[in-house]
């Protein structure tokens, strides 16, 4: 079960995108496989940016979703991060699934589905579970060509 915006995709959502995607780009030298993210309080300002830090740090839950979440938080004093909005390069995974759940985030904006590991509407649907307290919006596909043209190069040199 996908989503996509309602209508036209707001240019905060573009934005932000490519911001994610320069951040993304800046995973890259350490070998990380190219993910951004941005958290957008409810205002739209950039509260917070992460990227893919795996094999920068040699954590394996340093994924850009959890490490911009966790930089949202801490710049809000607060880890409901109600009413913002995450903004990502690649669908994310389960475990970032599960953080964007326990974060109250009101909604993941996206770029690439990820049919491999996807975990908000491509291989599984775990945000929007029916049996969970908190459910955010979905929206795929924002500069999705891009995103996943980025990732394709990557693995490509690989």
Request: a negative charge; hydrophobic letters at 45%.
């Amino acid at each position: 079960m996908q989503s996509a915006a309602p209508g036209p995709v707001p240019e905060s959502w573009r934005d932000a995108m490519r911001l994610a995607l320069a951040e993304a780009a800046a995973a890259v030298p350490a070998g990380d496989v190219p993910v951004g993210a941005v958290v957008l309080a409810p205002s739209g300002e950039v509260l917070s940016l992460g990227r893919n830090e795996r094999e920068a740090t040699g954590d394996p839950t340093a994924h850009a979703e959890v490490l911009a979440l966790r930089r949202a938080a801490a710049a809000t004093g607060e880890w409901r991060l109600t009413g913002c909005t995450l903004v990502v390069t690649l669908e994310p995974c389960v475990m970032c699934a599960g953080a964007l759940v326990q974060s109250r985030v009101a909604r993941v904006v996206y770029g690439a589905d990820d049919e491999k590991a996807g975990a908000a509407g491509s291989l599984w649907d775990l945000v929007r579970d029916q049996r969970l307290n908190h459910r955010p919006e979905v929206v795929r596909g924002v500069l999705g060509e891009e995103c996943a043209e980025q990732l394709t190069a990557f693995f490509r040199t690989r």
